[in-house]
């Protein structure tokens, strides 16, 4: 059984759900996946993983970077969690891209090279959005690129981590990144 409620936030309203191992998804309303992993079955109810995810999203919208997290139940293929697990090791106020991505996980399975296509779809459809940070994933020109809850939204989510977003573009922090994720010239 899933269970939801709603989180008013400064970038929109995000739906919330999770079973009894943690939090499930994390959806802003009228994104592109929303409510994807949705149960038929679920009901609006507080929960302690609500709770906290809520309390998570409460630091982060006041512009601090979380000191905890809130327990989280990814369900996704192989492929996606791996994927989903780099994404949790991007630190707060950074950003990398969808080919350092790839050439990580790449690296992590004994291969000489994934797609950042195949990554890029796998972050699309991450389902626990902010949380699992997929709007750090900038394009390799360092260009804001696709976001399920929209370039905006992005944008802002960047910007209450103090990632500059008013030029046309932004560039990786490669330098600062997890020894696995540092761009290779």
């Given at each position: ?63 601090r ?37 790839a ?53 802002k ?29």
């Amino acid at each position: 059984m899933q269970y939801t409620s709603i989180y008013r936030s400064p970038v929109g309203e995000i739906l919330l759900a999770c079973d009894e191992i943690g939090l499930t998804g994390l959806w802003f309303r009228g994104g592109k996946y929303f409510a994807l992993q949705l149960d038929r079955e679920h009901q609006p109810q507080e929960t302690p993983v609500l709770s906290a995810a809520a309390r998570w999203l409460n630091v982060y919208f006041s512009g601090r970077e979380p000191d905890f997290m809130p327990p989280i139940h990814m369900i996704g293929s192989p492929f996606q969690l791996s994927v989903w697990g780099l994404l949790q090791k991007i630190p707060y106020g950074k950003t990398t891209t969808y080919g350092e991505i790839a050439r990580s996980l790449a690296a992590e399975r004994g291969l000489p090279r994934m797609s950042a296509q195949a990554v890029g779809g796998a972050v699309g459809h991450n389902p626990i959005s902010i949380i699992v940070p997929c709007h750090r994933v900038i394009g390799s020109n360092g260009s804001l690129t696709g976001y399920a809850g929209g370039l905006q939204t992005k944008k802002k989510l960047l910007d209450y981590e103090g990632v500059g977003t008013d030029s046309a573009a932004i560039r990786p922090h490669g330098k600062d990144l997890p020894a696995d994720l540092v761009r290779k010239p």
